[in-house]
């Protein structure tokens, strides 16, 4: 990791210099979705129970007769009916068995599949140590789905949350991973109002690790990673898919921010063009000739990052 860090430190004076991205990174917080707050719980009024209570009920008087023959004629549904009313009038205003049911599913629809956060540690910077797909989904449950439906599994599940999630083809991950391999670190360029910041991505195993370039600059080796993505091919053979989840530092990536670091590991990684993938390779064997204006010209043109752009308001006064 030392040597990756090196190389980068060693070009971050002259990447700063020529795009002016010396400020310190501004602090951001992702935005989270507000939880509902259910009001206190009221019981209803009157506590007492049998033919007396029912006496107070404005009604009592119509149904006097067919109640007092249900009496005589079935004890025990009288007081079976006078029972679960009882139980009925203990329950908090508002209650129904349709809400009851509503909720039991929603409680049931989380841990069915998905076991995130236990059995997890954290690391420092806030990043959970090793983070296996084990403790996030149950694998064997999963196994008798098909690829599409864990698809659909995983990518609802995360949809609610603010984070990076991703399905990959299996044949997309194999080149991917084949070319992490022989090329374990690259440079890649944020959209900024400023211009560009630029992030160092590295791999280690399966996980890759996303810190800027000014930060490694000004922390050297202590420069703690802002966004890990995590990659599982636990499901690669059997199921044709691998899945990716990520943790980002928020106060200085949002989620689209980082969204667009994880797109631009497939624009670089898993091309078809042989001219984007040489500048992986440049910048791990030759970095001497890597051009790393050449990163941006390749990211304006997929359009990866164009919402990051503040919109241009042309003067026309």
Same mark, same amino acid.
């Given at each position: 990791?030392?040597?990756?860090?090196?190389?980068?430190?060693?070009?971050?004076?002259?990447?700063? %210099?020529?795009?002016?991205?010396?400020?310190?990174? @501004?602090?951001?917080?992702? #935005?989270?979705?507000?939880?509902?707050?259910?009001?206190?719980?009221?019981?209803?009024?009157?506590?007492?129970?049998?033919? $007396?209570?029912?006496?107070?009920?404005?009604?009592?008087?119509?149904?006097?007769?067919?109640?007092?023959?249900?009496?005589?004629?079935?004890?025990?549904? +009288?007081?079976?009916?006078?029972?679960?009313?009882?139980?009925?009038?203990? %329950?908090?205003?508002?209650?129904?068995?349709?809400? !009851?049911?509503?909720?039991?599913? !929603? !409680?049931?629809? @989380?841990?069915? +599949? +998905?076991? /995130?956060?236990?059995?997890?540690?954290?690391?420092?910077?806030? +990043? &959970?140590? *090793?983070?296996?797909? *084990?403790?996030?989904?149950?694998?064997?449950?999963?196994?008798?789905?098909?690829?599409?439906?864990?698809?659909?599994?995983?990518?609802?599940?995360?949809?609610?949350?603010?984070?990076?999630? $991703?399905?990959?083809?299996?044949?997309?991950?194999?080149?991917?991973?084949?070319?992490?391999?022989?090329?374990?670190?690259?440079?890649?360029?944020?959209?900024?109002?400023?211009?560009?910041?630029?992030?160092?991505?590295?791999?280690?195993? &399966?996980?890759?690790?996303? &810190?800027?370039? =000014?930060?490694?600059?000004? %922390?050297?080796?202590?420069?703690?990673?802002?966004?890990?993505?995590?990659?599982?091919? /636990?499901?690669?053979? /059997?199921?044709? =898919?691998? #899945?990716?989840?990520?943790?980002?530092?928020?106060?200085?990536?949002?989620?689209?921010?980082? %969204?667009?670091?994880?797109?631009?590991?497939? #624009?670089?990684?898993?091309? *078809?063009?042989? !001219?984007?993938?040489?500048?992986?390779?440049?910048?791990?064997?030759?970095?001497?000739?890597?051009?790393?204006?050449?990163?941006?010209?390749?990211? /304006?043109?997929?359009?990866?990052? @164009?919402?990051?752009?503040?919109?241009?308001?042309?003067?026309?006064?």
């Amino acid at each position: 990791r030392r040597r990756w860090r090196e190389r980068a430190a060693a070009m971050a004076g002259p990447l700063l %210099q020529a795009w002016g991205l010396g400020a310190a990174l @501004r602090s951001r917080a992702a #935005l989270r979705p507000l939880g509902l707050l259910a009001p206190p719980c009221r019981e209803l009024a009157g506590t007492g129970s049998g033919e $007396a209570v029912l006496e107070e009920n404005p009604f009592y008087g119509k149904y006097r007769h067919k109640i007092q023959e249900l009496r005589r004629s079935s004890p025990d549904v +009288f007081e079976s009916r006078m029972e679960k009313r009882n139980e009925v009038k203990k %329950q908090p205003v508002g209650y129904s068995k349709q809400g !009851e049911f509503i909720k039991c599913m !929603e !409680e049931k629809a @989380r841990p069915i +599949f +998905f076991a /995130e956060g236990l059995g997890t540690k954290t690391s420092k910077g806030g +990043f &959970t140590k *090793d983070k296996t797909l *084990d403790s996030i989904l149950n694998v064997e449950m999963v196994k008798e789905k098909s690829a599409e439906e864990i698809k659909q599994i995983w990518n609802q599940y995360f949809s609610a949350k603010d984070t990076v999630y $991703a399905v990959i083809p299996a044949e997309k991950f194999d080149l991917i991973w084949k070319r992490a391999q022989k090329c374990p670190s690259f440079l890649y360029a944020l959209p900024r109002k400023e211009g560009y910041e630029f992030f160092v991505g590295q791999w280690s195993g &399966t996980e890759l690790h996303f &810190t800027s370039l =000014i930060n490694i600059q000004t %922390q050297g080796e202590t420069a703690p990673s802002q966004l890990v993505l995590y990659h599982y091919p /636990e499901l690669q053979e /059997e199921k044709g =898919i691998v #899945l990716m989840t990520a943790e980002m530092d928020s106060k200085f990536l949002v989620v689209h921010e980082a %969204q667009c670091l994880a797109n631009q590991v497939q #624009l670089f990684y898993a091309t *078809d063009r042989s !001219e984007t993938y040489k500048l992986v390779e440049t910048f791990n064997h030759r970095s001497s000739e890597f051009k790393y204006m050449s990163v941006i010209a390749e990211l /304006e043109q997929s359009g990866l990052g @164009r919402e990051l752009r503040p919109a241009q308001v042309s003067d026309k006064s």
